[in-house]
Structures are given as C-alpha cells and as structure tokens.
C-alpha cells in the first residue's frame, strides 16, 4: 500500500491589534472536527455540501443545520457533536427552462425562526444555461451566462420542508436588473446572502452583488423588522430604502440600487455572527492571493455598524477553489470554500449571536487516489475560535499547519 501524503496550509493566526480590538484566534482546548464526510455519509451521490453552513433552532429545541447543494438535505440534533443526517430533501427547485422564472437550481443561505414558529428563508436562485443546452454565445463553462437572484422561502413545519413565498418569479425578494441574454458571460445579479443577524429591532443579511466586471461587485446590506419580514430595504448610502414587499402572495420589488459596505476591504462575505460580550460584528470571507501579494484563506472582519469594516485578518490559510483545479484529475491538493461561524450555544434560534468562543464552519474539497482512481470527495469542517480582546498591545496569535493523508492501492 502506497501512502499519499499531501498538504493544505490551515489555521494560520497572524495578528496585530489596536486598542481593544476584538481578535479570532484557535481555541486550543477544543479539537478540529469533522462534521460530514461525504465518502461516509452522503445520501447519494449529489449530496455534497456546496454552501456556507446555516443553522436555525426550531420549536421542539433540535438544531436544524444546512450546508444545502441544489437539494436541500438537513442534519438535525440537540448539537454540532450529536447531529444525524435526514436524506430527506427538504426543498429543491423545478427546473424550469425558462431563465426568466429563476426556478432552475437554488441553494438555501439564510434562515429565521418566526415568534408563530415557521421559518422564512432567502435562498439563491439561479439559471444554469449549461443543464438546458441554451447557448451562451459570451463563453463555455458551467458557470458562463449564469443568471441569479435571491428568493423568498417558508417553511410551516419547523424547517422539515420549504416552499418558495410566492410563485416563481414573483418569489424573488432581489431580482436581477436586467432581463436574461445569452451574450453576457457575468449577467448582473445577487448571487449570495448571508444567515441573518437581529439588531436593534432589525435582521440584516449581506448579499453579494455581481457586476459584470470587478468593480461592479461588492456586499450589499439588507434588512427587514423583525417582526415583519415581508417588506426588506437596502442601504443606500445615507438611509434604508424599501427594495421588496409581499403582498397579493408575491413579491413587489423595485430596481433601488444598494451602496457597496466594506468597499475595498470585504470579499465576498459568507458570514457574520454578532460578538454580544463586545457589541462587535464580525464578517467571514474567502481571498485567493499568490505570494509576495498576500496569502489565500479565510479572513475575517469586524465592524461596529454593519457600514464600516476594519481591514481582514487571515483566520485560517487554504486555497480556493477553481473550475480548473476542480476539473483536474491529477490535482490532488486540499481546497477551502464556504466558510461561516456558528456557536452552538447562543440563544438566538437563528444563531446570529456569540459569545467568546464559537465555531468556524467551512467544506474542504479533496480528492482521493486508490486503485488507479481518482475520486474527489468533500467534508464540512468545524474549527473552534476564541475571541480575545487586545488592549493596545501589538501580539501575534499561533499558527497550525493541517496534515492531511490519502491512501492509495497498488
């Protein structure tokens, strides 16, 4: 038996502070475990997680957990450690051809327990002209000509299944600005939202805005009371402004343009957990870097006001994944994506809020070889965090280099 030995750079903890900001670091007494193997657990052979882990405590006191692909199967339990996978697919689009429905493919990415007990959910709804052989005439791929929006779910049985809020495409609460083409490979559009964070009467999401070039792309901020979520508003810059309301059970949106928050700062934010022993957000995103440019992981922001973000911090250092290194057979090195933080322990049923010590949550993309064959797999990943509060003294925090083995038959 031939042993494989590869290695993905983790947990590195490199971090000044100033005075008495609030810093992540590994919780050395806690063990990194994980959570889901897809070699192990999966259902079938579509059941690999393919989005930021989401968590919502229902009625009867179960943690419902997420971390959906287009077919959204739950873990279910009293806590992380004591999770049981239902292959139940507790919601999954139609299908439907027709790009201006938005009902072709979509992924659940927030969650919030109403006071009745149902659970209203924004998802990410898209249209795959690849799956339908409608052409793209502005490039090949799987991802070209993509065109996405964020849907409105409801679930009235404490999370066990969902349906959209209004009939597609009226259950779309951020649709895209511009009617579907095949001749644009970046349609403009939201793709991502957040789990949902209550402040101050209010839940928030950031959703990730794609333009068709980099500058046009950036983190939006939405929200809605919450005792009402039926009407939501973007930040605009200087107010709040109503974007969608539900009524005559469909959704009325205006085309309103959000401002960019964390301009220049914030990736594609996956993420945030409100940190109550300091009043402090903070926000979770991926960065593809190459030295001497910087270094590819995750990094982690905070802010005081959801607006403004303090520079990144590297929490956990790991490539990124592309279609390429995907596609590649003989590419065997470790990726990281979809990372989110969790504490188990909060009392917010949306598991908005934390305390000093909570989880970072991510899937690792991996591939084996054995008897030949190259088979890829996929794990979701709980990596235990602290937050400690520097007061003005420039420290740096411990780093852990991951060893991951793959073994091989002759």
Known sequence: MFLKAF????????????????????????????????????????????????????????LVLFAPNFKARAFEGPSLSAL??????????????????LDDRTWIHSMMRLADGRIFALASASYMPYRHNQSCTAGKGRTACWYNGIAALIST?????????????????????????????????????????????????????????APERYNCLLRASVSNPLEWEVWTGAAYESVARFED??????????????????????SIIFHEPSRTFFAVYSKSSKPPNGTSGFYYSTSKN?????????????????????????????????????DENSIDPDFGTASDQFDLIFVRLAKS????????????????????????????????????EHQSSP
């Open 157 to 213: 049985d404490g999370g066990k299944s969902f349906s959209y809020l209004g009939n597609p495409p009226h259950h779309l609460v951020l649709r895209p600005p511009e009617p579907y083409s095949g001749n644009s490979r970046n349609p403009p559009g939201f793709i991502t939202a957040t789990n949902f964070v209550k402040h101050e009467g209010h839940a928030y999401s950031i959703v990730w805005y794609r333009g068709r070039k």
């Open 84 to 101: 049981n996978k239902d292959c139940r697919i507790r919601f999954s689009a139609s299908g439907d051809p027709d790009p201006n429905q």
């Open 369 to 404: 070889a054995s008897g030949g064959r190259i088979s890829s797999y996929r794990q979701l990943v709980r990596v235990p965090l602290k937050v400690r509060s520097d007061h003005g003294v420039e420290r740096t925090g411990s780093s852990l280099i991951e060893r991951t």
């Open 7 to 62: 290695w993905s750079t983790a947990l590195a903890l490199t971090m000044g502070a100033s005075a008495n900001a609030q810093v992540l670091e590994r919780a050395p007494q806690r063990a990194q475990t994980v959570l889901y193997d897809s070699r192990r657990d999966a259902c079938d052979g579509s059941d690999l997680p393919d989005a930021p882990a989401r968590a919502v405590r229902n009625s009867d006191g179960n």
């Open 249 to 270: 059970n469909q959704w009325t949106t205006s085309s309103r343009t959000c401002a960019a928050i964390g301009d220049g700062v914030l990736g594609n934010v996956r």
């Open 306 to 342: 959801l607006h403004d973000w303090s520079p990144g911090k590297l929490i956990y250092q790991g490539r990124s994944p592309s279609r390429e290194q995907l596609d590649d057979p003989t590419d065997l090195e470790v990726s990281i994506t979809y990372p989110a933080f969790l």
